[in-house]
């Protein structure tokens, strides 16, 4: 989990309730007790002044997935679009985690008046305001270096904001506690009535059969060697990215047995922590027999409140996408069927038609997730 941040005590009262257990790779309020980038070197490594003073985490973090993300182009032109319908002549736009300034620069360019983008590690924000000056946007872009739960209205932010906009998505939509940040961003800085860009998000799931998966997860034998027994350490119980596994869900040979199904839906005008169960049951029917190997999870998010305009990490729309499979991609966690008796995993065997309840655990933030499945009783 990641360390708390102390606020100042004589802004106690009007900063968020509570820090959000998610923070940001290199988040200053932290950087006191974060490693610097290369102090594993032997001392004859070369490490570059450049890097020399960064946090480990967020050169990890820049090089793991913000140059992907920089390079997805239909993401950035989503949030082009957005921000060209949403924004008006004039208006105030508040950030949250800016980055490198890429949507700050487009609502600057959309017509706001001013932009403060909100940015929690120093040398990132210095990055941004390096990115902004060059694009001669700095007279209207202000950068604020904070986690966004720290900025005080009337303080960091002169005024209440027309637009909030964000892109603070994981791999599940909510992994990087969007929930939280948005909705507290939404209370204490943007107008009443103000536009959130995206406005919602739905996370989905569908139930997938793979040999090629079930051979980096799980054995059996070598000739005539038993390694079944070895199976009882397969971890059924974490969601993993796909990246962490070193490949694209796409390139995968698969059956889905089970399709799309939605299992959270998120409007970022209203939600907050707490409005998901942290349980809840989704009545499916499978839809081709077979061996469900894992549980495929995938999001999409809506920049306006009728989801004409949509966002999403379905495989099926990220295939030709590269950059979004590397910066975001899917996730997976194993099923096994624990029903049967023995220590287990046992493989989870389904024929169509047949009747389950996905069930869907959620953490109290709802940025962790996690998926069991029960067989359903014949009537």
Request: proline share 3%.
């Amino acid at each position: 989990k990641a360390k708390k941040c102390v606020s100042s005590t004589h802004y106690h009262l009007i900063t968020m309730e509570s820090t959000p257990k998610w923070l940001p790779p290199g988040a200053d309020c932290d950087a006191d007790r974060q490693a610097l980038f290369g102090l594993d070197l032997e001392e004859h490594f070369d490490l570059p002044a450049r890097l020399a003073d960064k946090s480990a985490s967020l050169v990890e973090a820049v090089n793991d997935f913000h140059f992907a993300m920089l390079n997805d182009k239909p993401r950035n032109e989503f949030y082009r679009r957005a921000l060209a319908e949403q924004v008006k002549e004039g208006d105030i736009v508040v950030e949250i985690g800016t980055g490198s300034g890429l949507l700050a620069m487009l609502a600057a360019k959309a017509g706001a008046k001013k932009v403060y983008a909100i940015e929690a590690n120093r040398h990132m924000a210095q990055s941004a305001r390096h990115l902004i000056e060059v694009n001669g946007l700095s007279d209207k872009i202000e950068v604020i270096n904070d986690l966004s739960t720290n900025v005080i209205l009337g303080r960091q932010l002169p005024e209440r904001a027309d637009v909030l906009v964000s892109e603070i998505l994981g791999t599940l939509l909510l992994g990087e506690s969007a929930m939280e940040y948005v909705a507290d961003a939404r209370k204490r800085l943007l107008k009443p009535g103000g536009r959130i860009i995206p406005a919602g998000g739905a996370q989905f799931v569908s139930l997938v059969s793979s040999d090629e998966i079930r051979s980096i997860t799980s054995v059996e034998s070598w000739e005539d060697v038993d390694l079944r027994g070895f199976n009882s350490l397969q971890d059924t119980v974490s969601v993993v990215f796909t990246k962490q596994y070193g490949f694209r869900f796409s390139s995968t040979k698969h059956d889905i047995l089970v399709g799309k199904t939605k299992v959270a839906d998120v409007d970022f005008n209203t939600s907050e922590c707490g409005v998901l169960p942290l349980e809840s049951r989704v009545r499916i029917t499978v839809e081709k027999s077979g061996r469900i190997d894992a549980a495929l999870t995938y999001w999409e998010a809506y920049a306006d409140n009728e989801r004409t305009q949509i966002m999403s990490t379905d495989p099926k729309d990220t295939i030709d996408n590269f950059a979004r499979d590397m910066q975001w991609g899917q996730a997976l966690q194993l099923l096994d069927d624990t029903s049967q008796e023995g220590p287990g995993p046992h493989p989870f065997f389904v024929t169509e038609g047949e009747v389950l309840d996905l069930v869907v655990r959620l953490s109290e933030d709802s940025a962790v997730i996690q998926f069991g499945l029960e067989r359903v009783a014949s009537a």
